[in-house]
């Protein structure tokens, strides 16, 4: 358990639905990202984001949509996705942006 | 631009010593890390090594920085099934902003 909890573990969705990552960390973090892990790939930074503010966004597109109500919490809304969105979703917590990350054990995204 | 590369894959013997190489292209990073990834899991820190240091060891693990090469390397001493994992080059942005992985090097342990 590394204080940083993802939900759901697992997600099934078709092309048309609208769903929605959790991400929640009880470390006192200021700094939360999204990462993107697909097979064969490395670790694509999706999103940053420093005292609730999104300092980062990397070249996402808009059908990936964060946000982060406060501090501890961040979301990763859904919609229209397409099957090559396919893949482990990690949220990231550190205290500091260049500070060493923890993470989440993922949530596995299939789009059918 | 930014980049960690990383060999694939490493199969070693149990009770064998594991050498994981990595190459950085960002000299003014302060810090290195190395993540390690068990199936079905998140990344968890292994390990990490000063910008100003050679070598570090933790118990089983030897961390050696060149920094000339901008080369990076962890040493797992006796090997063991349990240490069958993924595991992550990291380093700074350069924008300061967040880590950038490699794609990892898959270790498998065979006993």
């Known amino acids: 358990e590394t204080g940083v909890t993802q939900t759901p573990r697992h997600l099934v969705m078709g092309m048309t639905n609208k769903k929605s990552l959790k991400c929640e960390q009880h470390?006192?973090?200021?700094?939360m990202y999204w990462y993107k892990q697909s097979a064969k790939k490395p670790l694509e930074l999706m999103f940053v984001?420093?005292?609730?503010?999104?300092?980062e966004n990397n070249s996402v597109p808009s059908r990936f949509s964060p946000e982060c109500p406060n501090s501890s919490h961040l979301f990763l809304h859904l919609h229209t996705l397409q099957p090559e969105d396919s893949a482990l979703y990690l949220c990231?917590?550190?205290?500091?942006?260049?500070?060493?990350?923890?993470f989440g054990q993922g949530t596995r995204l299939t789009v059918v | 631009g930014e980049d960690v590369e990383q060999s694939l894959f490493l199969s070693v013997r149990e009770g064998d010593s594991s050498v994981i190489n990595c190459t950085y292209t960002?000299?003014?990073?302060?810090?290195l890390y190395w993540y390690k990834q068990e199936p079905g899991a998140g990344l968890q820190l292994l390990t990490y090594?000063?910008?100003?240091?050679d070598m570090k060891q933790d118990q089983r693990l030897t961390v050696l920085l060149n920094k000339k090469d901008k080369h990076l390397s962890l040493r797992i001493a006796d090997t063991q099934t349990g240490d069958s994992a993924i595991y992550f080059c990291?380093?700074?942005?350069?924008?300061?902003?967040?880590?950038?992985f490699g794609k990892g090097t898959t270790l498998s342990v065979s006993s």
């Open positions: 990231a917590s550190s205290q500091d942006r260049v500070a060493e990350a923890f």
């Open positions: 960002d000299s003014s990073s302060t810090y």
């Open positions: 984001y420093n005292f609730k503010e999104q300092t």
């Open positions: 470390l006192g973090h200021n700094a």
């Open positions: 090594i000063f910008s100003n240091m």
């Open positions: 990291a380093e700074p942005n350069q924008a300061g902003t967040a880590l950038i």
